[in-house]
């Protein structure tokens, strides 16, 4: 079998020969008419041509016989990197096992579990796509610094959303309320039993009844009052009589009121006290302790029943008024 390199050189000498007296001919018949081409220029051109055809041929050859190595090497690579993808997926799998059974143990809300699982899975696979591409000789560093900047561009669109969630996240980890606790927040004054928790939002229940939703970025940077932190709450009344009324009378009587309510926890002390001498009347205090459950029953009932046993007694709760006197010029 003949070479294919042998034939091409023996095509390429007949071709040169060939062009060779084809240029002294026709440089003889226009030396003949014209009398001024030179046989040498044109001969020096085509072995020129000739030579430049025999080397894209010798390069195409090359690329040719160094083609199979290439594919062999090509799909040795491809091979592994599709075991290391398969290892890489399985991997994830594992680790996402182990942080799931980690909160599980560690009692982790469900909400946060789901979005730390999910923020996890995305990273890991971002990590297992970009070091497959560095396996096949990829850039990383522009393909990292395309996706750092794509990450800051949409955090800029979503800062508002991402403020929610990062304190959504932060109020589910440190729990400075649950569910079921009565809150009061300092920002706005709401305050209610909380409903539910998301990484967004929380949402209270009031105690009429309605529904008030609060960014948790909000709620994380704001000062609040989780009133379930303990089991008793204390209970702060303030009663106005007249200048003119007996203060230990009225003092006796709010003092029979709570003696009569048995919400009041007797294990505590119950105190009562002038608190101010106001423009209008004396205030007089009340300090006591409830369950948490009973703080509102009690406020209510002890407010109505002081004000009756105070109406029984002739102890007066004066109304605001003004003293106006009129001088003689």
């Known amino acids: 079998m003949i070479d294919f390199s042998t034939y091409v050189n023996n095509a390429l000498t007949v071709m040169a020969e060939e062009a060779e007296s084809t240029s002294v001919s026709s440089a003889s018949a ?19 041509s ?3 055809i025999s080397e894209d041929i010798g ?10 190595s290439k594919i062999t090497a090509f799909g040795i690579k491809a091979a592994f990197a599709i075991i ?8 994830i799998k594992v680790i996402r096992h182990i942080l ?12 946060i579990s789901h979005f730390v699982d999910s923020l996890v899975k995305v990273v890991l696979y971002a990590v297992l796509v970009i070091w497959i591409a560095s396996y096949f000789g990829v850039e990383t560093t522009s ?27 932060l109020i589910l980890l440190l729990k400075p309320f649950k569910l079921g606790d009565y809150i009061h927040e300092d920002n706005k004054g709401n305050e209610g039993t909380v409903n539910e928790i998301g990484l967004f939002y929380t ?8 529904t008030v939703v609060l960014p948790n970025g909000t709620l994380a940077n704001t000062s609040l009052i989780n009133v379930n932190m303990t089991p008793i709450r204390q209970l702060i009344l303030s009663f106005g009589i ?87 010029g």
Not at 59 to 68: H, S, T
Not at 100 to 110: I, N, P
Not at 301 to 319: H, M, Q, R, S, Y
């Open 30 to 48: 226009d030396s003949v008419s014209a009398g001024s081409v030179s046989v040498s220029t044109v001969s020096q051109a085509a072995a020129e």
């Open 100 to 111: 799931k059974k980690s909160m599980e143990k560690g009692k982790a809300d469900k909400s």
């Open 143 to 169: 393909l990292v610094a395309l996706l750092g900047s794509a990450g800051v561009t949409v955090a800029l669109a979503i800062q508002g959303s991402l403020s929610n969630l990062t304190g959504g996240i």
């Open 242 to 328: 007249s200048y003119s009324a007996d203060i230990d009378k009225a003092k006796d009587i709010i003092h029979e009121t709570v003696d009569a309510e048995s919400r009041i926890l007797s294990d505590k002390t119950v105190k009562i006290y002038v608190d101010s001498l106001d423009s209008s009347c004396v205030t007089i205090g009340l300090r006591a302790f409830v369950n948490n459950e009973d703080y509102f029953d009690v406020k209510w009932a002890l407010t109505e029943n002081v004000k009756k046993a105070f109406d029984k007694n002739g102890i007066e709760i004066p109304f605001d008024q003004i003293d106006v006197h009129m001088k003689e």
């Open 50 to 52: 000739v030579a430049q």
């Open 84 to 91: 290391i993808f398969i290892g890489g997926i399985w991997l």
């Open 203 to 210: 949402k209270l229940y009031t105690i009429d009844g309605r």
């Open 59 to 68: 390069e195409f050859q090359a690329f040719l016989q160094a083609l199979p």
